[in-house]
């Protein structure tokens, strides 16, 4: 026993350090080990009462006598220590090289203290136990027959405070909001103990109903019911297997629920097979290179992700809408973000960034002749000339790489209707570029008349795009920074500022700031799926606000979980500046994606492919969730335990019962009686664990579940479900089932040979 509880003590302390949890995870162990060790060392002490009566009889008193009585057991525990820490270390190094990143060290101070502290309660257990042997009569210790006693007072207020214990845990972990306690971190055990309790008094008291009406339908199970109602060899032990049983459960349904977090929460993040970081491409070089390495659209997808952890209204996520049913299909199935991935194919627009491929600018500009007669009034109030001069030309682009630049274009525009062509060179475009802008204006040289200066674009090409397909308009902010400026107060601007004719684009020119131009498209709403997002607002991939119109709202969003906003990439991308540094781009390829495609994805982006058990693994250390591996040696720890407890009890008992059964034989009882009642025995006993596992562990699960640290949740992650399952639950009720049937049907098989009615006239000879 102090092997068990020592080497388990060292290995949940020892992990849970090295994973940065809870050392309180061992409370459960130290508490049935604390019920499990005073047990043993009173049977011990009743064990040797008998050597106790012989030594007092050759006249050892004293500290001779404690001597005699300490010794052995001291040894034990020094031993039992000493090979715990072993087992404990090595225990160690297997559990944290399987469940976690690096090994630790073996033993730690902790370690060493928790196992000095089990070693010297459990001597003071055994010093109390002896204690009390010494009390009794001798002539008590010197009888060979022991006979059941009533549980004494102190018993009786344990086994009552356990029941309170119990419900405080339970009512603690319900009303935890913050770190748990040690009572809600024990509260597994006592619940456990609570229970095994139960299951005590309900076969005492249901075998003692049912002795008067067994007595008369058959000897077996009178025989049966009597010896449970009576008997501690195993009943008592039940007690403790019950207590491990329900923390198995609790375990083991903890496990069940962070291991189904995981796996859906990975889903969440990554939509397919694996992924790869494509950050240093951006949204729209990651959405190049999927149409560039899967034209077919089939296996490939991009996507972005601003966590926005700290500003949950701005936290987004991008996909490719229109790859999105052929590539993900129906990966989210069965999770709680298939209502949304659904409808994802909805967020596809006809709004779609321009993007050019050249490195050179070529502009083509014509001057306007308009009327001498629009002028309007500066400051003073006297009449300004406005009228035609140099233009200046910028267009704003984000290049390769995510990196944003701006190339201008200069030129005196003659005033007799000249058309002038000027070219600039953008390298930063030779491989491609978005464009996310025009700006058209005059320097203040060009003031020198009073004609308005208006001009047609008639050519504006960067490389073999022409830009001036796509409808431009006048940003509103220019045009109000403009109306609002202090020299240019009593300006008019004309009733049309932009023109998309056939022939190009007529611009009329501000006076005081450069006119500001953007897609025509820029102002179409832009359609997302929301989550718990109370206000919702779209921003393109620069942080800009965009116009919304919100088509679903969603409990789980693919990529974001429960909030934030969904959008399609393309449609954002469309005069957004570079993408916000701290997006996550990322290349999603579905399962059966060529291995070809993923190299060559793997060669631009620069990176390696990450599996969805990668994610989910990743998921899993980032979150706490060692946090349910140390539940589970904890666990594990105290099935031994209680295995332990079982096996002692029936060991320290085998001469009874055989000796009951002797005395039997001796009044004409059969042996096929004996094993009857025996049979009969075990069974209530088994369907009574089975039965009040199921149901406690049930209990316990809903009750605790919810309050012990499993995992630490991100604030916009998916709840973790902690309802109660029916195979964690009945696992280790089938498995502490067993142990009773195969325990105990050790202490009820009984021989002829070992029971024959000669072995008590030899018991009384000796």
Same mark, same amino acid.
């Given at each position: 026993?102090?092997?068990? =509880? @020592? +080497?388990?003590? %060292?290995?949940?302390?020892?992990?849970?350090? &090295?994973?940065? $949890?809870?050392?309180?995870? *061992? #409370? !459960?162990?130290?508490?049935?080990?604390?019920?499990?060790?005073?047990?043993?060392?009173?049977?011990?002490?009743?064990?040797?009462?008998?050597?106790?009566?012989?030594?007092?009889?050759?006249?050892?008193?004293?500290?001779?006598?404690?001597?005699?009585?300490?010794?052995?057991?001291?040894?034990?525990?020094?031993?039992?220590? =000493? @090979? +715990?820490?072993? %087992?404990?270390?090595?225990?160690?190094?297997? &559990?944290?090289? $399987?469940?976690?990143?690096? *090994? #630790? !060290?073996?033993?730690?101070?902790?370690?060493?203290?928790?196992?000095?502290?089990?070693?010297?309660?459990?001597?003071?257990?055994?010093?109390?136990?002896?204690?009390?042997?010494?009390?009794?009569?001798?002539?008590?210790?010197?009888?060979?027959?022991?006979?059941?006693?009533?549980?004494?007072?102190?018993?009786?207020?344990?086994? @009552?405070?356990?029941? %309170?214990?119990?419900?405080?845990?339970?009512?603690?972990?319900?009303?935890?909001?913050?770190?748990?306690?040690?009572?809600?971190?024990?509260?597994?055990?006592?619940?456990?103990?609570?229970?095994?309790?139960?299951?005590?008094?309900?076969?005492?008291?249901?075998?003692?109903?049912?002795?008067?009406?067994?007595?008369?339908?058959?000897?077996?199970?009178?025989?049966?019911?009597?010896?449970?109602?009576?008997?501690?060899?195993?009943?008592?032990?039940?007690?403790? %297997?019950?207590?491990?049983?329900?923390?198995?459960?609790?375990?083991?349904?903890?496990?069940?629920?962070?291991?189904?977090?995981?796996?859906?929460?990975?889903?969440?993040?990554?939509?397919?097979?694996?992924?790869?970081?494509?950050?240093?491409?951006?949204?729209?070089?990651?959405?190049?290179?999927?149409?560039?390495?899967?034209?077919?659209?089939?296996?490939?997808?991009?996507?972005?992700?601003?966590?926005?952890?700290?500003?949950?209204?701005?936290?987004?996520?991008?996909?490719?809408?229109?790859?999105?049913?052929?590539?993900?299909?129906?990966f989210y199935d069965g999770t709680p973000a298939r209502a949304a991935s659904d409808?994802?194919?909805?967020?596809?627009?006809?709004?779609?960034?321009?993007?050019?491929?050249?490195?050179r600018l070529t502009m083509t500009v014509t001057g306007l002749q308009v009327p001498?007669?629009?002028?309007?009034?500066?400051?003073?109030?006297?009449?300004?000339?406005?009228?035609?001069?140099?233009?200046?030309?910028?267009?704003?682009?984000?290049?390769?790489?995510?990196?944003?630049?701006?190339?201008?274009?200069?030129?005196?525009?003659?005033?007799?209707?000249?058309?002038?062509?000027?070219?600039?060179?953008?390298?930063?475009?030779?491989?491609?570029?978005?464009?996310?802008?025009?700006?058209?204006?005059?320097?203040?040289?060009?003031?020198?008349?009073?004609?308005?200066?208006?001009?047609?674009?008639?050519?504006?090409?960067?490389?073999?795009?022409?830009?001036?397909?796509?409808?431009?308009?006048?940003?509103?902010?220019?045009?109000?920074?403009?109306?609002?400026?202090?020299?240019?107060?009593?300006?008019?601007?004309?009733?049309?500022?932009?023109?998309?004719?056939?022939?190009?684009?007529?611009?009329?020119?501000?006076?005081?700031?450069?006119?500001?131009?953007?897609?025509?498209?820029?102002?179409?709403?832009?359609?997302?799926?929301?989550?718990?997002?109370?206000?919702?607002?779209?921003?393109?991939?620069?942080?800009?606000?965009?116009?919304?119109?919100?088509?679903?709202?969603?409990?789980?969003?693919?990529?974001?979980?429960?909030?934030?906003?969904?959008?399609?990439?393309?449609?954002?991308?469309?005069?957004?500046?570079?993408?916000?540094?701290?997006?996550?781009?990322?290349?999603?390829?579905?399962?059966?994606?060529?291995?070809?495609?993923?190299?060559?994805?793997?060669?631009?982006?620069?990176?390696?492919?990450?599996?969805?058990?990668?994610?989910?693994?990743?998921?899993?250390?980032?979150?706490?969730?060692?946090?349910?591996?140390?539940?589970?040696?904890?666990?594990?720890?105290?099935?031994?335990?209680?295995?332990?407890?079982?096996?002692?009890?029936?060991?320290?008992?085998?001469?009874?019962?055989?000796?009951?059964?002797?005395?039997?034989?001796?009044?004409?009882?059969?042996?096929?009686?004996?094993?009857?009642?025996?049979?009969?025995?075990?069974?209530?006993?088994?369907?009574?664990?089975?039965?009040?596992?199921?149901?406690?562990?049930?209990?316990?699960?809903?009750?605790?579940?919810?309050?012990?640290?499993?995992?630490?949740?991100?604030?916009?992650?998916?709840?973790?479900?902690?309802?109660?399952?029916?195979?964690?639950?009945?696992?280790?009720?089938?498995?502490?089932?067993?142990?009773?049937?195969?325990?105990?049907?050790?202490?009820?098989?009984?021989?002829?040979?070992?029971?024959?009615?000669?072995?008590?006239?030899?018991?009384?000879?000796?």
């Amino acid at each position: 026993m102090t092997v068990v =509880v @020592v +080497g388990g003590a %060292v290995t949940v302390l020892q992990f849970a350090e &090295a994973a940065a $949890t809870s050392r309180w995870l *061992t #409370a !459960p162990l130290l508490l049935i080990g604390a019920v499990a060790v005073p047990s043993i060392g009173a049977e011990l002490a009743v064990a040797r009462r008998e050597e106790i009566g012989l030594a007092r009889l050759r006249g050892i008193h004293g500290v001779r006598l404690w001597r005699f009585l300490l010794v052995e057991p001291l040894l034990a525990i020094v031993v039992g220590t =000493v @090979v +715990g820490l072993v %087992v404990g270390a090595i225990g160690t190094l297997v &559990a944290t090289s $399987t469940w976690l990143a690096e *090994t #630790a !060290p073996a033993l730690g101070r902790p370690a060493l203290v928790a196992a000095a502290a089990i070693a010297g309660a459990a001597l003071l257990i055994v010093g109390l136990s002896a204690a009390a042997a010494l009390r009794e009569p001798l002539a008590v210790q010197v009888s060979s027959r022991r006979r059941p006693r009533r549980a004494t007072t102190l018993a009786l207020f344990l086994s @009552v405070l356990v029941f %309170v214990g119990a419900g405080v845990a339970a009512y603690r972990s319900r009303a935890a909001t913050g770190e748990p306690d040690l009572v809600v971190l024990v509260g597994p055990a006592l619940v456990g103990l609570a229970l095994g309790q139960l299951a005590i008094w309900t076969i005492r008291i249901a075998a003692r109903g049912l002795t008067p009406v067994t007595e008369k339908r058959g000897m077996g199970a009178f025989l049966a019911a009597r010896r449970l109602a009576r008997a501690d060899d195993l009943v008592t032990p039940i007690r403790l %297997v019950v207590a491990a049983a329900v923390v198995g459960a609790l375990a083991l349904s903890g496990a069940v629920s962070v291991n189904r977090w995981t796996s859906e929460q990975a889903g969440v993040e990554v939509p397919g097979a694996r992924t790869i970081d494509a950050t240093s491409l951006g949204a729209v070089g990651a959405v190049d290179l999927t149409e560039q390495v899967d034209p077919e659209g089939d296996h490939l997808i991009a996507s972005a992700i601003v966590r926005n952890e700290g500003r949950l209204p701005e936290r987004r996520a991008y996909v490719d809408a229109g790859r999105w049913d052929a590539v993900v299909g129906d990966f989210y199935d069965g999770t709680p973000a298939r209502a949304a991935s659904d409808a994802v194919h909805r967020l596809a627009s006809d709004i779609v960034p321009v993007q050019a491929v050249g490195d050179r600018l070529t502009m083509t500009v014509t001057g306007l002749q308009v009327p001498r007669s629009r002028t309007f009034r500066g400051p003073d109030g006297e009449d300004v000339a406005v009228g035609g001069g140099r233009l200046e030309l910028t267009l704003s682009y984000v290049a390769s790489g995510n990196a944003s630049g701006a190339v201008t274009v200069r030129t005196d525009v003659p005033r007799d209707g000249t058309p002038v062509t000027r070219s600039v060179r953008v390298r930063a475009c030779a491989e491609g570029c978005t464009i996310t802008g025009l700006a058209v204006g005059r320097d203040s040289q060009g003031l020198i008349d009073g004609s308005v200066f208006e001009v047609l674009l008639d050519r504006l090409r960067l490389g073999e795009t022409d830009l001036l397909q796509r409808p431009w308009v006048p940003d509103p902010v220019s045009v109000e920074s403009a109306l609002n400026s202090n020299f240019f107060r009593n300006y008019q601007p004309p009733a049309t500022l932009v023109v998309n004719r056939p022939d190009g684009l007529q611009v009329a020119l501000l006076p005081s700031v450069a006119l500001a131009l953007e897609l025509e498209d820029a102002g179409t709403r832009v359609p997302v799926l929301a989550a718990d997002v109370e206000e919702p607002l779209a921003l393109d991939l620069g942080g800009d606000d965009l116009p919304t119109d919100v088509i679903g709202v969603a409990r789980t969003l693919p990529l974001l979980g429960s909030v934030g906003l969904l959008s399609d990439i393309r449609t954002s991308a469309a005069g957004s500046g570079p993408t916000v540094p701290s997006a996550e781009v990322q290349v999603v390829a579905a399962d059966g994606t060529p291995q070809a495609m993923l190299d060559e994805v793997a060669t631009a982006a620069d990176g390696t492919w990450r599996t969805r058990d990668a994610v989910r693994d990743s998921l899993d250390e980032r979150f706490g969730g060692a946090q349910s591996v140390a539940y589970a040696l904890t666990a594990l720890a105290c099935a031994l335990v209680a295995l332990l407890a079982l096996g002692a009890g029936v060991a320290r008992h085998l001469r009874d019962y055989r000796r009951d059964v002797a005395s039997l034989r001796v009044l004409g009882v059969s042996l096929g009686t004996a094993r009857r009642a025996g049979r009969a025995e075990l069974v209530s006993l088994t369907v009574l664990v089975l039965g009040i596992v199921v149901a406690g562990g049930s209990l316990a699960v809903t009750l605790l579940l919810d309050g012990l640290p499993l995992l630490t949740l991100p604030v916009a992650g998916l709840p973790l479900d902690t309802a109660p399952q029916a195979w964690p639950l009945v696992i280790p009720a089938v498995l502490s089932a067993a142990a009773v049937v195969l325990v105990g049907g050790r202490a009820r098989a009984v021989r002829a040979a070992t029971t024959r009615p000669s072995l008590l006239r030899e018991e009384e000879g000796a």
